[in-house]
């Protein structure tokens, strides 16, 4: 283990910035496509004019052949009519608000915490200020579903008591034909390679998840971006050895017997990471039922779906097969090196420090603890706690960007916005207040280990500081 010297011309490291390398972006996949579409007059005026409502239809058919071919669905291939197209997940959240939603009826927003702290605002903007709630995960399955349970049956409770007569307990702002079916509930979660805790869902738990979600009439937002980036956690595996896909909950919720026509999930996906975040590109994918009418939100009648022009460009790539060629020979590779790279420096000279790597299990198919395949390991982001007796992982962070340069993502940034209880957990002697989460997705391999280097000093002198104040 080796500390870090200071220097007063310290470049600046980010640790916490969860984009892709602009070096990786998928520019000339989407130069070529452009040429061939903005060469044509007839391309052209299709990539032109408004778009149709739910998306241009051939990237909507290819995405739902590209989608088969990841995750093999146990219901067979995916027909395009549950796919509908959009400009990003996180707009496509917003949305999704706007037509399954009602603040007057929907009663909470749950978050699996620590959360993705940007979908906050987001929920807040479409009403539910005060209403959301964190849900924790637990030590390795990635979601504590008897506090789930718990609170969804008190939520329940209190809403009874607010409306008894239940007639009476019905939308008041989203009602007529446009909003056949308003939620009760919405639970928003990152089950694959989540941010921030990088941990994997298990199968066992997503069934539960579905079932939960079925008998309280919730509706699961599960933002599936990461899932496509996935390597063998062993360094001497190949790229191709590396375990399934997990199913996404809408995989499960299409073949669990008992689907309502709406469904109880929506698979939120992105074109962000893997082509480039300005191209506002992604997709949903539920029944075709919630697809129809979500395809339908107001702006998307108006203005024509939202990324027509670069949806035409995405879907030069998929149908040339380009883009699944460039996460395989060069996102993949990239990345995967760059986790090893990371996860030996952390090995090297923080975990002798006292730090913990919390990434929970590997995903598990069956109740047992036994993992059958090839561990896999992916996305964006690693997830570590602080040794015992150090400050909150906020007051590293603060130093480290200070003496160091260097910037890293800390638990409170993770809370659910509005949430006490949140606040309450992440302090806990065990809380995700005493965590950070790194990403290795933006810097080079040997800015990566600079950063751990860095943040191990960080460590030490903070550790010396709160001896010397103790006496110690």
């Known amino acids: 283990m080796g500390s870090f010297t200071q220097d007063a011309e310290l470049p600046h490291i980010n640790l916490q910035l969860g984009w892709p390398t602009p070096s990786?972006?998928?520019?000339?996949?989407?130069?070529?496509?452009?040429?061939?579409?903005?060469?044509s007059p007839a391309e052209t005026a299709l990539a032109l004019v408004y778009g149709p409502h739910p998306g241009y239809i051939p990237l909507r058919k290819e995405v739902a052949k590209w989608l088969s071919e990841i995750y093999s669905p146990a219901s067979g291939p995916i027909d395009f009519s549950r796919i509908i197209i959009s400009n990003g997940a996180s707009c496509n959240l917003a949305n999704i608000l706007q037509k399954f939603a009602d603040a007057t009826y929907?009663?909470?927003?749950?978050?699996?915490?620590?959360?993705?702290?940007?979908?906050?605002?987001?929920?807040?903007?479409?009403?539910?200020?005060?209403?959301?709630?964190?849900?924790?995960?637990?030590?390795?399955?990635?979601?504590?579903?008897?506090?789930?349970?718990?609170?969804?049956?008190?939520?329940?409770?209190?809403?009874?008591?607010?409306?008894?007569?239940?007639?009476?307990?019905?939308?008041?702002?989203?009602?007529?034909?446009?909003?056949?079916?308003?939620?009760?509930?919405?639970?928003?979660?990152?089950?694959?390679y989540s941010n921030p805790s990088a941990k994997t869902m298990s199968l066992h738990r997503r069934k539960q998840v579905v079932e939960l979600a079925r008998e309280y009439d919730a509706l699961v937002v599960t933002d599936d971006v990461y899932d496509m980036l996935s390597w063998p956690a062993d360094p001497a595996l190949p790229d191709d050895?590396?375990?399934?896909?997990?199913?996404?909950?809408?995989?499960?919720?299409?073949?669990?017997?008992?689907?309502?026509?709406?469904?109880?999930?929506?698979?939120?996906?992105?074109?962000?990471?893997?082509?480039?975040p300005g191209v506002r590109v992604g997709w949903a994918e539920s029944t075709k039922a919630f697809a129809d009418l979500l395809g339908e939100v107001g702006s998307s009648s108006s203005g024509g779906n939202p990324g027509q022009l670069s949806s035409m460009f995405v879907h030069h790539m998929l149908a040339a097969g380009t883009l699944q060629t460039h996460i395989k020979n060069e996102l993949i590779p990239t990345y995967r090196k760059r986790y090893y790279v990371l996860m030996s420096a952390i090995r090297k000279d923080l975990v002798p420090l006292g730090i913990e790597i919390e990434v929970g299990a590997p995903y598990q198919t069956s109740d047992s603890s036994q993992t059958t395949y090839t561990e896999t390991v992916g996305g964006f982001f690693t997830y570590l706690r602080l040794p015992p007796g150090m400050p909150f992982a906020r007051e590293v962070a603060a130093h480290a960007m200070e003496k160091y340069n260097l910037k890293v993502a800390f638990g409170h940034m993770f809370k659910v916005w509005g949430d006490n209880e949140s606040t309450t957990k992440a302090e806990s002697p065990r809380g995700f207040g005493h965590c950070v989460r790194l990403c290795w997705a933006w810097h080079t391999e040997e800015e990566l280990i600079q950063g751990v280097r860095r943040l191990a000093s960080v460590i030490l002198e903070m550790r010396e500081g709160a001896g010397a104040s103790n006496g110690i």
Do not use: W
């Not at 049956?153 to 007529?176: C, H």
């Not at 375990?243 to 962000?272: C, E, H, K």
């Open 24 to 39: 990786l972006f998928a520019r000339e996949q989407l130069l070529k496509g452009s040429q061939s579409i903005l060469s």
């Open 241 to 276: 050895a590396v375990g399934p896909i997990p199913p996404r909950l809408v995989d499960l919720d299409r073949s669990m017997p008992g689907r309502s026509d709406f469904g109880n999930t929506v698979s939120n996906g992105s074109f962000s990471k893997i082509v480039g």
């Open 106 to 192: 929907t009663r909470r927003i749950f978050m699996v915490e620590p959360t993705y702290f940007l979908a906050c605002p987001i929920f807040e903007d479409g009403g539910f200020k005060g209403k959301l709630q964190g849900i924790p995960e637990d030590a390795e399955e990635g979601l504590d579903i008897e506090y789930l349970r718990r609170v969804l049956q008190e939520a329940e409770s209190e809403r009874a008591k607010a409306v008894p007569n239940p007639d009476d307990d019905v939308p008041r702002l989203k009602t007529g034909p446009n909003f056949p079916h308003v939620y009760k509930y919405i639970v928003y979660m990152v089950p694959t």
